[in-house]
């Protein structure tokens, strides 16, 4: 499928022609200081198949593992576009609220609900993991 998308004030776009992985939704609390609200919807894409235009900052954050994940941000506008996880290689995941078009956007995991804000109860057939779930 054709994925498109880009930040707020459309200096940084991407697009990406690619079936994703998984989509899930992230309550842990890195996430929720990184992107400024209670929970991230992310959408894992294979890392060849997505182009980026325009510049993107970095902020090298550690996940659970203790392993890098990088945070990258538009420097213009601040809006968080995509993470990438060493634990993860090959993968993007691009943050839902970027995407032009969400309309299709439908998590099946809820990883990290150990640290999900209290009010949070979403619906829906996720599965869902109080931390992240082991491979396999
Ligand atoms: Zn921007
Ligand atoms: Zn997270």
Redesign the pocket.
Known sequence: MKIEGGCLCGKVRYSAEADPAFVAV?H?K??QKGIGSAF?TIVALPAPALSVQGDLKTYNDRGDSGRSLYRRFCPECGSSIMDEAEAMPGMVMILSGTLDDASWVKPTLEI?CDSAQPWVNLQGEQRRFPKMPTRG
């Open positions: 992230c842990c890195n996430c991230a990290f």
